[in-house]
């Protein structure tokens, strides 16, 4: 029963039972058997298809709620089992933790993340800053991270790592504030000829990923833009959308842009895919107790603020 809420909540926020596959590591039909058994537990439905992907319904969204509820639950016992375990058995010796952290991760989200954790004064803490995949190539070849924080890849080639899903949100179109767009009447064809930038394995906007109420604010030819470029680095893009170029950026970030005089434009928000960021690592490897513990503190940090 708990497992297939786990894998019910998986599901829903993967947005498509194939992702959550690859995620979870476990087979198509297992997870549709999984959902199928929730279904004739309750006598109800508990996911529909939508044009952006499986969505749950009203007794779906019961059973998230509780599923998240319950994930809260087992993490807390991780940590108070960490803790007992610490006291029973003290750690030998420094430590040390060596973490690969990918540019989102650690500009805008590790600071919060480790001002929040109160154990931080017992650990030396050596943070690297790379691309996620140079990051995960260092661990898959050199197992020189106890874990990397950053984009989870779908890639078959890292399938011999285990990968825990942290925070998501949609994406959202991002630009200048004091554009001229936000003080006069909006046209939807001032926006065609704008040139669209992407972060590394993010998608630009398609037709296919806008409600019907959506569609009715681009002209017709918007969809086929002429130029389009590629950004690993986010300052990067930052740069990039004070010049006045229209840019996807996960909706999550869209209070720490502010800083940047940079919001969503002005439509109603599109349904696009999700951005996944988490904590990857090898499955092959024996963690030591303090990285698991610090692990853990980071997992319970984004379990309370999706709350």
Not at 265 to 292: C, K, Q
Request: net charge negative.
């Amino acid at each position: 029963m708990i497992d297939n809420l786990l894998r019910f909540k998986k599901i829903v926020e993967a947005g498509s039972i194939s992702k959550a596959s690859r995620l979870l590591f476990v087979s198509q039909p297992a997870l549709s058997q999984s959902i199928k058994l929730l279904e004739q537990q309750y006598g109800v439905e508990i996911l529909e298809r939508h044009y952006s992907g499986i969505k749950p319904t009203a007794y779906g969204d019961i059973l998230y709620r509780t599923a998240c509820e319950i994930e809260r639950c087992f993490l807390n016992i991780d940590r108070q089992m960490l803790e007992e375990k610490k006291t029973a058995e003290p750690d030998t010796g420094e430590n040390e933790i060596n973490i690969g952290c990918s540019t989102i991760w650690n500009d805008f989200l590790l600071p919060d993340v480790m001002r929040s954790l109160d154990i931080l004064d017992s650990y030396a803490i050596n943070v690297t800053h790379g691309t996620s995949e140079g990051l995960l190539a260092d661990l898959m070849e050199e197992q020189k991270y106890d874990f990397v924080l950053c984009r989870i890849l779908e890639d078959k080639k890292y399938r011999s790592l285990e990968s825990i899903p942290l925070f998501q949100n949609q994406e959202a179109i991002f630009i200048q504030k004091h554009h001229p767009i936000f003080s006069t009447e909006f046209v939807k064809e001032d926006l065609q000829d704008f040139k669209w930038i992407k972060l590394k394995s993010m998608p630009v906007l398609r037709r296919s990923d806008l409600t019907p109420a959506g569609l009715s604010y681009f002209p017709e030819n918007f969809f086929t833009p002429k130029i389009s470029y590629e950004v690993e680095d986010l300052m990067a893009a930052i740069q990039l959308i004070r010049n006045n170029y229209v840019i996807l950026l996960p909706l999550a970030l869209a209070d720490l842009l502010e800083k940047y005089e940079i919001k969503p434009l002005p439509f109603p928000r599109a349904l696009m895919n999700t951005y996944w960021l988490g904590i990857v690592h090898s499955r092959d490897r024996e963690i030591p107790l303090h990285v698991r513990e610090l692990m853990t503190r980071i997992r319970l940090f984004f379990a309370y603020q999706r709350k």
